[in-house]
Structure formats: C-alpha cells, structure tokens
C-alpha cells in the first residue's frame, strides 16, 4: 500500500501542475490569428501558399490572388516570422497537401537580426497541430530559443494578468468556436479575406523599428533554413518565387545605400539558387496606380494599408498568372 501511494502521489501532483498549465494557457495567451491560419491548412488544400513576414501579412490579399489565379491561396505571413519558422510552416502545409507554389515575401532585415524572445515568438509552435512537424519544429527552434516556451508558453503572456476577464470572453465566444476574426477588427486594423488590412493613417508616422541590411551581421540561421525551404520545394516540384513588397519612397531615399546593396545581394543570392526574385521597389517593377509616398502606409517600414494592398495584390496576381 504504501508504494503504491508513493507511486500515485506523483502522478496526482503531475496532473495537477499539468492542469493548472493548461488552465494559464487559457486565460492568459489571447486569441491569435494564427489559430486561424492553422485551421485553414488542416482544413482546406491550396495551390498557392504566402510565406514570409508582416509586410507580407498586410500586403498580399490571398483573396484577389486566388480570384485573379484562378489558383486557391493562403497568406500565411506573419510578423516575426524567420526563415526556420516559414520551413515548419511549408512542411506543416504539405501534411495535407502540397501546393504548387510558394511564394515567399523576402524582408532583408529578417536575414540581418537575431531570432528574438518576444512574446509571439511562441505563437506558430504553440497553435501548430501535433505532428511530426510540430515534434521536429520543437528541437529545431524551442529547444533552442527557450524549452521553457513550449512547456509553459503562457509565462511569455504574463503581464496579460489584467486581461484576463476579456481574453476569457472571446474564447468563450462562439466566433472563437468557430475560428472567426471579429477580435481582430478593432483599432487600426482588420484580420479580413485572409490577410491583416490595415486602415489609412492620416498625419505625420515616426520613423521606429526599422531593419536596413547589413551584411557583416547576416543571420546564418535564415539563410540556413531559407535553403532547406528552397531545397525541399525543390524535392517537392513545388515552383519558388521570392518577392519583396513595396516600401515608402521617403524610406527609399533615405536609406538608399542600404536597399540597393540589400537588392544587389539577395539577387546574386537568389540568382545562384535558381530562384526567381521580384523587387517591386525597382523601377521595372514599377506599378502604375500604386501610391509609393508615406500616405500608403502606416509607417516608415513599409506596412501598406489595404487600398493599396489590394491594387499591390492584384498586381502580383497578374505576374503570377
């Protein structure tokens, strides 16, 4: 009898630390649009998939693509998303089909900083669907960044305490239930048709965390795993094309040494792996209706609002037709 209670005092404690996790995991980590993103892919087969990061998010409607494609799309671009966590997302992808096209909205500044531990850094791993995915993903970037993430990913949403009434009543919702976006129509911004739409900004943007390339701190890790992305679209007969959105005129000039050593890398780069690389902030790529000035975006990093985002969109269709 008593090895058995020494057996089974262990085990309660275990389910109950474990249940008390799961419960700050509700309470404290709000309802992100990556839950939707991942419903869809487990969901729904696409032929397009956009990878890539924020500006990537509010700048390319997978709607007008796939309207104008006449290929099925999904924006799978995130803020904060490395080249590591866009492979997991590939691979996460082809558990359910594979697409015919990726397309991967390339920031240089994401190839010249180090992955941080920002409280979404979690957020891909944590709404990813147990998988083999999921379990190589795990040893490839948590392990590595924090474990402690993956086993407790709501210590990173902590100061969230105050909240907690809120994030409880949206998940308790029955537009949560279902994977609606209606938490994301608030402030400056709308998660709709399948990207972030951005609302114009009138008036004077201050110049704030703004990325410019630097090649002496390239991160070895993105080109790294930009290659295994590029190697397994490869194996897959999946076609790759790398793309970078437009950004302000005002930004251009000002840091117009850094863009243009920023696009003559990565094109030699692209060049040498056989992937096709479009820079629409190059003259060929001009496009005619489009407003380059800082009034089309939200700030001076180049996050386009959503009129222009839908005439960038259709632009990019017509090149992918």
Wanted: charged residues 30%; proline residues 4%; contains cysteine.
């Amino acid at each position: 009898m008593r090895s058995f209670k020494k057996i089974l005092l262990p085990i309660a404690l275990a389910a109950a630390i474990g249940a008390v996790n799961l419960g700050l995991n509700y309470a404290l980590i709000p309802y992100s649009y990556v839950r939707i993103m991942m419903h869809q892919i487990q969901t729904e087969e696409y032929d397009t998939v956009f990878l890539g990061t924020s500006h990537g998010l509010n700048g390319i409607s997978p709607k007008a693509v796939s309207e104008q494609t006449g290929r099925k799309a999904v924006n799978l671009c995130l803020g904060g998303e490395y080249p590591r966590d866009a492979y997991y997302l590939l691979k996460q992808v082809c558990e359910k089909k594979e697409p015919e096209r990726v397309v991967y909205e390339l920031d240089p500044g994401y190839f010249c900083t180090p992955e941080g531990q920002r409280g979404d850094f979690n957020r891909i791993y944590y709404e990813m669907p147990a998988s083999w995915t999921k379990a190589e993903y795990f040893f490839a970037k948590e392990r590595e960044l924090d474990f402690r993430a993956a086993l407790f990913p709501w210590f990173y949403y902590r100061g969230q305490f105050r909240d907690i009434k809120e994030i409880m009543a949206v998940k308790q919702s029955e537009d949560y239930k279902n994977y609606g976006a209606k938490a994301f129509s608030s402030g400056g911004q709308e998660f709709a048709d399948g990207f972030m739409r951005n609302f114009p900004v009138p008036g004077m943007k201050e110049e704030t965390n703004l990325e410019v390339w630097k090649e002496e701190d390239r991160n070895e890790d993105s080109f790294r795993y930009f290659e295994k992305l590029a190697s397994f679209c490869r194996e897959k007969k999946i076609e790759l094309i790398v793309v970078t959105t437009p950004i302000p005129a005002e930004t251009l000039e000002k840091y117009q040494k850094e863009f243009q050593e920023a696009d003559r890398f990565f094109q030699e780069y692209l060049d040498k792996l056989g992937i096709e690389y479009w820079n629409y902030n190059r003259s060929d790529k001009n496009i005619p209706d489009f407003d380059y000035s800082l009034n089309a975006f939200t700030d001076y990093e180049g996050h386009m609002n959503s009129q222009q985002a839908e005439i960038f969109s259709a632009r990019l269709a017509e090149d992918l037709w």
